[in-house]
């Protein structure tokens, strides 16, 4: 059963199942794009041991610290957003998620720890056909931050992590805030 088919997904959920599998490629990759090795059987057998009901979303947390920091360097911090520090709205909706409830999901997920090609196919899903054609590594504006509140900026943006991770050329795609009113 492809656990993408049930039916239409959530913005938060989709932002939660990206920043996941982005996360387990980032940590499976060589050189890896962060050191992290909570996405990985070890890691989670740890960390069921210290939060056995929210395990998944303990080990998405941690790595996704690591993950925001490197993403920063790549991009910056002010009046930009990407997977791993997105607008506060969207941060909320998604700590309203329990991702350790999504069960198909994390089931495949944790089959395909490890498992760079089984993570692709994952990946693949969430892109919904979306190619990133035109991805390149380092960072790549997508839009603005507006465009953050749509599913088909985050299809586009795990697009180009797809293309990054198949080329192994770390990639960093990014939303810019909207100015309002006459720029400063």
């Not at 520090?85 to 909706?93: C, K, S």
């Not at 069960?103 to 892109?127: E, G, H, N, T, Y």
């Amino acid at each position: 059963m492809n656990f993408a088919e049930k039916q239409p997904m959530s913005i938060p959920l989709a932002a939660i199942r990206l920043r996941a599998l982005v996360l387990a490629m980032g940590e499976s990759v060589q050189p890896a794009w962060w050191k992290t090795e909570f996405l990985n059987e070890a890691g989670f057998r740890f960390l069921e041991r210290l939060y056995p009901r929210t395990s998944f979303q303990a080990a998405v947390h941690s790595a996704g610290k690591v993950a925001c920091y490197v993403h920063d360097r790549a991009v910056g911090r002010v009046g930009v957003y990407h997977l791993f520090r997105l607008p506060y709205v969207i941060e909320a909706e998604m700590s309203r998620v329990s991702p350790d409830n999504d069960k198909a999901f994390v089931s495949q997920f944790r089959a395909s720890l490890s498992r760079l090609d089984r993570l692709m196919v994952l990946i693949d899903s969430l892109c919904d056909g979306v190619t990133g054609e035109s991805a390149v590594s380092g960072a790549q504006r997508l839009g603005t931050d507006k465009d953050l509140t749509n599913l088909t900026s985050l299809q586009n943006t795990a697009a180009v992590y797809r293309r990054a991770f198949a080329q192994n050329r770390p990639g960093f795609p990014y939303f810019t805030e909207e100015q309002i009113g006459g720029g400063r």
